[in-house]
């Protein structure tokens, strides 16, 4: 497929730190996909929380479930816009490899733990620790020595950067100034959409959110419902809410797919250069779907994320995990000597966090009941 003027090709790659010869028939960005797929980090998502905790039940979507829904997502709007989907999907595979057991609250907690040891933890940036050192798989270099690319969209697919912040990861190659292709900026929008989607039907078939509540409170699915009622009405519920799933995550991808494509002819976009100098990113949802998409938004996190059975799993997650560090940062000889033998290089309180960050949910329960009960 013939990629657009505005698409990353791979003979502009950067490149790798550590150079490598061109494999004979896979191209950079296929090369990056199989070494995270083939990554310790990618396999440990399987066992990692995405909303509902594994413990509640095994139908909902975990944290490597989740990552296969923005990838194929993103798969299908690249190839919509002329993207470059080799390095859309590599993106998409590894934006979450630097996600610690327990969802977003096992985040938020060693983010406070660290930063009143004048550091802090965000799972992008660990994401980038896991590519550039953790993984350890080939005899030449550490890390999966990544093209410059993927590397830059595992940092910035998510966010800009002023260049201002205190980051306890030296980001000063990664074009700080400058919006990262558009190949990464996908990739934090084809997670919304897999997130919002999937978290609506998860929480429904949980119980935790009704089909009323929803028809009531989020005017694009309620819509959607009612035509799927009316074409379908003898259907089982469950089936016209999956149907009404389905076409939601059709709406928000035709949305996107339109509004950028506009976006991009006004602009005039039709290089890699113009895309990174632009004052600001250039995807995105219309106007109207952009406000019904945030009020599903507001809608999951008042409804869903703050109902009380998964605030009592979430503050009982961060209790753990503040017990778990405490006990190896106080006795730092339990750790790995993998992990103990850097603490003279990154401080005791970073090995901990690493080594915590590192856990699935269900290995984390079990090195707190051998050593904290």
Do not use: W
């Amino acid at each position: 497929m013939k990629l657009a003027s505005y698409a990353m090709c791979d003979e502009a790659t950067a490149g790798r730190c550590h150079p490598e010869p061109l494999h004979s028939y896979r191209s950079e960005y296929q090369r990056d996909r199989d070494r995270v797929v083939h990554s310790k980090a990618f396999r440990r998502l399987e066992n990692k929380t995405q909303v509902f905790d594994p413990d509640y039940s095994d139908h909902f979507r975990n944290r490597l479930t989740h990552t296969i829904e923005v990838s194929q997502i993103a798969r299908t709007i690249s190839r919509t816009l002329g993207l470059n989907t080799d390095l859309c999907e590599v993106l998409a595979l590894s934006h979450d490899i630097g996600h610690p057991p327990f969802s977003h609250k096992g985040e938020r907690v060693l983010d406070r733990i660290m930063s009143n040891h004048g550091s802090g933890f965000d799972h992008n940036l660990h994401a980038l620790r896991i590519v550039e050192y953790f993984e350890e798989k080939y005899p030449a270099f550490r890390g999966l020595n990544l093209t410059f690319e993927v590397r830059e969209g595992i940092v910035k697919h998510s966010r800009d950067y002023t260049g201002k912040e205190s980051l306890y990861v030296d980001l000063s190659p990664y074009l700080l100034d400058r919006r990262p292709p558009l190949e990464a900026q996908l990739i934090d929008l084809a997670d919304e959409i897999a997130y919002n989607t999937a978290d609506l039907d998860d929480g429904y078939d949980s119980g935790l959110l009704t089909l009323e509540q929803v028809v009531e409170k989020v005017e694009l699915v309620g819509c959607l419902y009612r035509q799927v009622e009316a074409e379908h009405g003898e259907a089982d519920e469950k089936l016209r809410v999956r149907e009404t799933v389905r076409r939601l995550i059709d709406v928000l991808v035709t949305s996107l797919v339109s509004h950028s494509r506009q976006v991009l002819e006004n602009n005039e976009i039709d290089s890699v250069e113009q895309v990174r100098s632009s004052a600001k990113r250039l995807l995105g949802f219309e106007e109207g779907v952009a406000d019904q998409n945030q009020q599903l938004k507001r809608f999951l996190r008042s409804d869903l994320y703050d109902h009380e059975v998964l605030r009592q799993a979430r503050k009982r997650a961060g209790h753990l995990i503040e017990e778990l560090f405490e006990h190896y940062l106080n006795h730092p000889r339990k750790l790995p000597d993998s992990h103990y033998s850097r603490i003279g290089q990154l401080g005791r309180e970073r090995v901990v966090c690493d080594y915590i960050a590192g856990m699935t949910d269900k290995y984390a329960h079990y090195k707190h009941s051998e050593t904290c009960s």
